[in-house]
């Protein structure tokens, strides 16, 4: 990966997508089409490998391959898989919170993990968390909603191990390679994570990861203590909750390390989970500059080398 700094990184999408093969501009055009740039830019790579290409090849016999793709038996929808791409930059994370599996009921998921899309009743892990939130926030008032696009926009990256799933089957895509690909998303975080947080100027300075659960460990174990602030704990599930998680004081504590590395305006508002005018837009089609990045804000239109904002 070339570049002192994140922005300085070149990339330009017409460039790469004229460089492609045939059968990879068949099987990336989700990813061409929907990708934030700035995570595009760092995984440019990686999504022309062997096992990534399987992977899609897979996704493609279930039904997924563009943006526009209405398949009825994986979630969430193709427009959706890479939204945690689009809303939190790559430069801007601060904060990493790491998921299992999508939510494999009909209307659930929408590419953030533990969120689910307005109108859709509380999951049980997410009562948990906001839970957790009140009674570390006396003045939070849990909303009766569970979209948490407003956390997702403030930097905190809400990432599933698996981006897909089959309709009523936990688990169905694990090992089919996103388990790969989502390591690769981790290591971009611990390289370059906070690069655009104050006066950072474009090198990682470290973030918060919050792992609950051991599948959620597995992802940290080998990230460096120091770097980075590392919280554990158990499960939000209903089944694990009051085993650990509960009680933790992980917002408490992420807040109070993003104060120390990046000052006052790095920390979280965790009681922020207004969704005032989004609603139209998750619930129909995306706009063209939320599933474009040559068009998008993170991207510029002639799509020369693309050093915006990561």
């Given at each position: ?274 969704i005032d005018g989004e609603k139209a837009k998750v619930d129909g089609s995306p706009s063209q500059e939320e599933i474009s990045p040559s068009q998008g804000s993170e991207g510029k239109k002639n799509n020369t080398e693309d050093l915006a904002d990561a």
């Amino acid at each position: 990966m070339s570049g002192n700094t994140l922005n300085s990184i070149p990339f330009s999408l017409n460039a790469y997508k004229a460089g492609l093969s045939a059968e990879e501009k068949e099987y990336l055009a989700l990813e061409c089409e929907t990708m934030g740039m700035s995570w595009m830019k760092v995984l440019k790579d990686e999504i022309r490998k062997p096992y990534f290409l399987k992977l899609k090849k897979f996704l493609a016999s279930e039904g997924v391959k563009g943006a526009a793709d209405k398949c009825t038996t994986v979630f969430p929808q193709a427009k959706d898989i890479y939204s945690w791409s689009r809303h939190t930059p790559l430069g801007k994370v601060r904060v990493l919170i790491i998921g299992q599996d999508p939510y494999h009921n009909v209307g659930q998921a929408h590419g953030l993990c533990f969120s689910v899309q307005p109108g859709v009743a509380l999951p049980g892990s997410l009562r948990n968390i906001y839970q957790e939130i009140a009674s570390s926030y006396p003045s939070f008032i849990p909303p009766k909603h569970g979209h948490l696009i407003s956390w997702a926009r403030s930097g905190v990256l809400l990432l599933n191990t698996s981006l897909t799933v089959h309709a009523h089957q936990a688990g169905s895509h694990a090992n089919k390679g996103w388990e790969t690909f989502v390591g690769e998303v981790i290591k971009a975080v611990d390289t370059w994570g906070g690069a655009n947080i104050g006066s950072a100027g474009g090198k990682g300075q470290g973030v918060v990861f919050m792992a609950w659960g051991a599948w959620a460990q597995k992802r940290v174990a080998g990230l460096d203590k120091k770097r980075h602030c590392i919280l554990t704990s158990a499960h939000p599930s209903p089944l694990s909750a009051h085993r650990g998680f509960l009680g933790n004081g992980h917002f408490l504590k992420a807040n109070q390390w993003l104060r120390e590395r990046y000052g006052p305006d790095g920390e979280v508002d965790w009681c922020d989970l207004t969704i005032d005018g989004e609603k139209a837009k998750v619930d129909g089609s995306p706009s063209q500059e939320e599933i474009s990045p040559s068009q998008g804000s993170e991207g510029k239109k002639n799509n020369t080398e693309d050093l915006a904002d990561a």
